[in-house]
């Protein structure tokens, strides 16, 4: 069993590999080949917390740049966004940004760029190429500020230098540098994955622990800066949501926010970072779901009752201060702009769309006060907003309606109401035309939650992503859809199309669902079970179906890397969640949440790695010699578990493999005579 897995994944041993023709399972034990010990610094705290705060912690009243951050403008050949923050609630006296293709020095000071006075973050608007914001987080009252300069005019393949300074009266300054993308047909790496959270005390900026808090999440950053083959950093990044769990600490997401802003830039600020929205980027706070100030009468108590528990437009409001990413152009049927909720960029011959899955799944928001006890209390934060028992964050539709296709049971636009999905119409536009368009040659789409996924503890695959948006990926045959939020990895067959009928079974039903009931989970259909060749590596043919890959082991504290069999066919089986997952309950009895309400056999299961919970991935892209040549290969590395949320320190260090747990070609091309 081992030495044929180890002969078609093309890495160490490592992986249950499940055939749905055969049904087998095997477990070979990691065995360490290899690697990089890393040692962290360890210095930002010397004794451990019991746990997260449970009041409001301060923030600094200094100005010195931290946090820088890197994104990609819509053309990465010549457009760069550079962002930074406050260390904490007090704006910049006279921030600036000086870039050049030299080192900033005294004699060379680079073009200089003032930033204009900071205005409260507000998605109606555009923004300026220089543009400071603030947010005031909704349950904690404190306001942050983020500064943002969208370079455009840079050259391919360039690298540029710049520094930030607060321009306070004795400056403080901050800079690193980055390479634009190339231009044209050329070779490049990147790298993935999701579900990274913070640091935990011992590395956190702050000496705190937070929620899902691991060092695991410092290593993580540290993966991508050095990658265990030994050839380099990537070009870039992609962070597949889930970024840091602030909304888990009501009291305190802002210095979440920033102990997460100042872990990945020690990345960040040498590479733009990448990221596609998650359920945990949506946090409660006092607004509205459009992000306008909650004003029922009670002041900011009354609000969470009142339905306005929104920390900023759809609870994002962190988010989209902190990440100003290339513009997709399309306005909310509320008004505001949906920049930065999902978007496309190109380097060489991929194409990368980043979308948010919340407005589609059946599962809701991770802003959840959920208690099954009697007459439970609101959840009350230092500033006294009262969230109510049983409130749970749900997006879903966020940008317009989608309506059952019963023929196929897919999810269209629905424009009988006026206000078909704006994200859905967008994502057919940007795919069709990214197809249609002679220089790209494969297409990688990346969002947070699975529409394939077979973790038991974890949140199982979402109907709504099948129906809504795996008709797409079929259609315009994308090559690659990279996901988070199950805390593991796993890989799929190549996919094309869906298993009519009902495959799966109700096991937890929802209201309106009977156990045992048959239920249609538009299962994917396998295209092919076996790799053919490329170097020696074993490769899959993207044009035949689309490989899913799970990519969520980042660094939060909470691993799902147990998998599902169905213990009669040993056969991998899923948790598939086909209806919303409601609250029930009341005030008086308490409130409960259903999980993932059904089950199907999963022939398209690949690969699993019950071992290790964490690890990253890296891309390397070759476009080959003519239109249609590039290959992706990818190798994903495992990092083993160093520490977790509460208690003592782990030793400071932990061992980076330099052998990938499975490497794979990916083309459109590959195996065809
Ligand atoms: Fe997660
Ligand atoms: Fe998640």
Redesign the pocket.
């Known amino acids: 069993m081992s030495e044929s897995f180890q002969a078609e994944s093309g890495g160490k041993p490592g992986f249950t590999r499940r055939r749905f023709i055969i049904g087998s399972v095997g477990v070979t034990a990691v065995a360490a080949v290899g690697g990089t010990t890393v040692r962290a610094p360890r210095a930002f705290a010397a004794t451990a917390p019991s746990g997260p705060p449970t009041t409001t912690v301060p923030l600094p009243t200094t100005t010195e740049p931290e946090q820088l951050l890197l994104t990609w403008g819509a053309n990465p050949a010549s457009e760069v966004t550079v962002s930074w923050s406050a260390p904490g609630t007090v704006a910049q006296p006279a921030p600036t940004l000086a870039f050049s293709t030299a080192p900033i020095t005294a004699t060379n000071p680079g073009h200089l760029v003032k930033m204009p006075d900071p205005k409260p973050l507000d998605v109606t608007q555009r923004y300026g190429a220089a543009a400071s914001v603030s947010f005031t987080d909704g349950l904690n009252g404190q306001t942050t500020y983020f500064y943002h300069v969208q370079l455009n005019g840079l050259k391919p393949g360039t690298r540029y230098y710049y520094q930030v300074s607060d321009g306070a009266h004795t400056p403080s300054t901050a800079g690193a540098s980055f390479e634009t993308a190339p231009a044209g047909r050329a070779k490049f790496r990147f790298s993935s994955y999701?579900?990274l959270a913070t640091p935990s005390w011992d590395l956190n900026k702050s000496g705190n622990i937070w929620h899902e808090s691991s060092d695991n999440a410092w290593f993580a950053v540290t993966a991508i800066e050095s990658p265990g083959d030994g050839k380099g950093a990537p070009l870039f990044h992609l962070l597949n949501?889930?970024l840091c769990y602030a909304n888990l600490d009501v009291n305190n997401a802002p210095g979440v926010w920033r102990d997460f802003g100042i872990n990945i830039a020690r990345s960040a600020a040498n590479r733009p970072w990448m990221p596609a929205l998650?359920?945990?980027e949506c946090e409660f706070g006092v607004d509205d779901i459009h992000g306008k100030a909650g004003n029922a009468s009670g002041g900011v108590a009354a609000q969470g009752a009142a339905g306005n528990y929104w920390n900023g437009p759809y609870g994002f409001g962190h988010y989209l201060s902190r990440f100003l990413l290339p513009d997709n152009g399309v306005t909310n049927w509320d008004g505001n702009r949906l920049r930065g909720n999902f978007y496309a960029f190109q380097v060489g011959t991929v194409k990368f769309i980043s979308v948010d899955a919340d407005d589609v799944v059946y599962q809701d928001g991770?802003a959840n006060y959920v208690i099954n006890s009697a007459n439970a209390a609101p959840e009350v934060t230092t500033t006294g907003a009262a969230i109510p028992n049983g409130t749970t964050a749900y997006t879903r539709f966020y940008t317009g309606d989608l309506k059952l296709n019963a023929k196929n049971n897919s999810l269209v636009p629905d424009y009988s109401k006026g206000k078909p999905n704006l994200q859905t119409i967008w994502l057919e536009q940007t795919l069709a035309d990214a197809r249609h368009d002679p220089s790209v040659d494969m297409i990688v789409v990346f969002m947070?939650?699975c529409a394939l996924s077979t973790s038991v503890p974890g949140?199982g695959s979402d109907l709504g992503i099948r129906q809504a948006w795996l008709p797409l990926f079929d259609k315009y045959e994308v090559d690659l859809v990279l996901s988070?939020?199950e805390h593991d990895y796993e890989r799929s067959y190549p996919v094309r199309g869906y298993d009519a009928g009902e495959h799966g079974t109700v096991s937890a039903p929802n209201p309106g669902q009977t156990k045992g009931d048959a239920v249609d989970t538009r299962r994917p259909s396998v295209a092919a079970t076996e790799p053919s060749s490329v170097n020696g590596i074993p490769a899959w043919n993207t044009a035949e179906g689309t490989v899913y890959l799970v990519l969520?082991g980042g660094g939060t504290n909470g691993p799902t890397n147990t998998y599902g069999t169905d213990a009669a066919t040993d056969k991998a089986q899923a948790k598939v969640i086909t209806t919303r997952n409601e609250v029930v309950g009341s005030e008086a009895a308490g409130f409960v949440k259903n999980g993932a309400d059904s089950i199907e056999d999963a022939p398209w299961s690949a690969a699993i790695n019950p071992t290790d919970a964490y690890g990253y991935s890296i891309f390397d892209v070759d476009p080959g010699e003519h239109k249609g040549d590039t290959t992706i290969t990818f190798q994903y590395f495992a990092i083993p578990a160093v520490s977790n949320l509460t208690g003592t320190a782990h030793d400071g260090t932990t061992t980076l493999p330099s052998v990938p747990t499975e490497k794979f070609v990916f083309g459109r091309k590959v195996g065809k005579k």
């Open positions: 999701g579900d949501g889930d998650g359920n945990h991770a947070h939650q949140n988070g939020h969520g």
